[in-house]
């Protein structure tokens, strides 16, 4: 035993004296730790990878297209700045609402009715209060006209139109942008409206088609792709430059003119009277002159 332990002693102190042994120690050490230190680093990258693909996920082409959309998509406002005191004081007319609806959107002047393609707005109070834009988009119209007051028409995306009338002052001209919530100017009264004291008329039309606004208000824009397949243009045969639920210049003419031929009539039927008592007269006279050169 002493012998072996002996010999392998000595195979060990020969080993330990070969000039190569502890070179190869230290390149072998080293290489582990080498190997360790590599490997811990690539564990640890393969985590930070996976986040910073997350942070800098780019969307498909399709997901780039929808964002904008949903960022420019506005919500259908009602033309005043306070909503909350807003009141509805005229509907809008529509063929399937019931009775009392239909009722409270019929306008009656100058002794006739006409069937409302808006709503008429007023504050609970009665009192007068900023018109504001209900959507973004382009002033296409400024004018006063003698029944229906200063109105402002506005020209939005996807073929829509807001449509304000019964306004006192106008704080804004043809051809300007318009952002939602801009002040127009102010409510008033109109000729027209007069039952509804001050307000703003304001209409929604989609592709030239009157829809009902109440159904509207706090509604996306998009909702109004459907309304073109089921509004119906209650009033196509008035159709006119002005709101067809109101008189036009033309109409207000011949309403005066009808009442003018009227009273023309009830003077020359109180005159006709007189007139047939003249000519009684005048004959009565003719016979006396005549009776009178034959007794003679």
Known sequence: ???????????WSRIFKKKWFFPAVYLTIAALLLSVVVWYQNTENQVPDAQ??????????????????????????MPLADQGQAEIVTKFYDYNAEQEDQENAL???NNRYYQSTGVDIATAEGEAFEVVAALTGTIDEVKEDPLLG?????????????????LEEVSVKAGAEVKQGEKLGTAGKNLFGQDSGTHVYFELRKEDK?????????????????ATEEAVDSTESDETTEPSTEPSEEEAAEDEASEENADD????????????????????????????????
Do not use: R, W
Request: hydrophobic share 25%; aromatic share 6%.
């Open 1 to 11: 035993m002493n012998e072996e332990n002996k010999a392998s002693k000595n195979k």
């Open 52 to 77: 910073e693909d997350q942070e800098n996920y780019v969307p498909t082409p399709n997901d780039e297209e929808a964002e904008p959309v949903l960022e420019q998509q506005e919500i259908i406002q």
């Open 107 to 109: 306008v009656l002047y």
């Open 150 to 166: 200063n109105v402002v028409v506005i020209s939005h995306e996807n073929d829509v139109k807001t449509y304000y009338a019964s």
């Open 210 to 226: 009157h829809v009902n606004p109440e159904d509207f208000f706090n509604q996306p824009v998009s909702s109004l792709e459907s």
């Open 265 to 296: 009539k009830d003077k020359t039927e109180e005159d006709a009277p007189a007139d047939e008592e003249e000519d009684d007269a005048s004959n009565e006279e003719t016979n006396d002159e005549t009776d009178s050169s034959e007794s003679a």
